[in-house]
């Protein structure tokens, strides 16, 4: 092969690689996954003070524009459903290719299943996999998250997956992703307005423990060890949900872990008069998930305590972060319209019939 052909080549696949991943970015399924993950990547670098790593409960329980507007703090969710913790050191290390977070916080609810729960569904994988942008760190979490090997190559190249989304080619937002980044207006925080009712279970009294499933101990060790080599600053969370007293004692065991790593656990469910949850209002799916008025509540009370322990500077006022204010005013208006039409369902008895999901 001469000189002249070897570069043609080189080109050709160059031009090819950039094809396929720009046409796998924009044909990947919308939704808010989707919609968080290219929020985060398009975030200018160094402007994000605060990460929360975990499943479910983070981007409804959370709002990060209340945050900013409130505190001055700029948080964002790196998170999915029924996020497995095999995926938390990669997401670590995903966050510090454009960012330096001053905290990190990981929701822990997930580290108290057992990994044949967590694996039974592909898209607990792909929930992570699959809207991580391509690179070496990619490829990393599919080998940690995806034992049979035979299977990986539809992980790495996930526009096996969705070749048949390719109408969705048209629409603007998809194509707005065609490098996987693209602000999101709420930075990555969902709010609902449905209710679903129920009763607070009281285990704060409960000191018992229980060793939490295998896997996910060893994960749990991994992230630790992880951020004591770093010297990565972190806080460990449990949000507010129904408790179970095999679950409780699943935390006390993982609290010791946690503490003897000098890190702090933070049970919220210890905390609810003081964060103000009123369970017949509160949540939008059965004690799962908060709503729009719970997650308000939910987001002062731990930003409270997060700017009370930890040196977070409050950043109001910089005019680098005008997205940031149009963000707040944009939560305000839609937590206004969501609050009254959860009292209105609340007085029809309109309750939501959803289950709850982790």
């Not at 975030?43 to 524009?65: F, L």
């Not at 603007?172 to 980044?181: D, G, I, S, T, V």
């Not at 409270?304 to 005019?319: A, F, H, M, Q, V």
Request: net charge negative.
């Amino acid at each position: 092969m001469t000189v002249k052909q070897a570069v043609k080549s080189a080109i050709f696949i160059i031009i090819f690689i950039y094809i396929l991943l720009t046409v796998t970015y924009i044909i990947r399924t919308n939704g808010d996954v989707k919609d968080r993950f290219t929020g985060f990547y398009a975030e200018p670098k160094g402007t994000i003070d605060m990460v929360m790593i975990g499943s479910s409960p983070v981007y409804p329980y959370y709002a990060t524009p209340q945050m900013w507007g409130e505190y001055g703090v700029t948080a964002y969710p790196i998170s999915s459903n029924l996020q497995r913790p095999v995926a938390g050191v990669y997401m670590v290390d995903e966050v510090r290719k454009t960012q330096s977070p001053s905290l990190y916080v990981f929701e822990m609810r997930m580290y108290t299943a057992s990994e044949t729960d967590l694996t039974n569904n592909m898209a607990y994988t792909r929930g992570v996999t699959d809207n991580m942008k391509y690179s070496w760190n990619r490829i990393k979490t599919i080998n940690a998250m995806v034992e049979e090997t035979s299977e990986r190559y539809t992980y790495y190249f996930d526009i096996f997956k969705y070749h048949s989304n390719w109408k969705t080619m048209v629409l603007p937002k998809q194509l707005a992703c065609f490098r996987y980044e693209f602000l999101d207006g709420q930075k990555g925080y969902v709010m609902t307005d449905e209710v679903g009712p129920c009763e607070a279970v009281d285990t704060s009294a409960i000191t018992g423990k229980t060793q939490m499933p295998g896997e996910q101990e060893k994960h749990l060790y991994e992230l630790l060890d992880y951020l004591k080599e770093e010297k990565l600053q972190a806080l460990f969370i449990l949000s507010p949900t129904v408790m179970e007293e095999e679950k409780q004692m699943m935390y006390n065991y993982m609290t010791d872990i946690i503490e003897s790593y000098g890190y702090e656990f933070l049970n919220m469910n210890d905390y609810y008069e003081e964060i103000g949850l009123d369970f017949t209002s509160d949540f939008s799916d059965y004690g799962g998930h908060t709503n729009a008025l719970g997650a308000k509540k939910c987001t002062s009370f731990l930003t409270d305590y997060i700017t009370s322990n930890y040196s977070l500077k409050d950043k109001r006022g910089d005019e680098r972060y005008s997205k940031w204010d149009a963000a707040y005013e944009q939560w305000k208006s839609s937590y206004e319209e969501a609050a009254q039409t959860i009292t209105e369902r609340i007085a029809n008895g309109d309750f939501a019939e959803v289950t709850a999901e982790e």
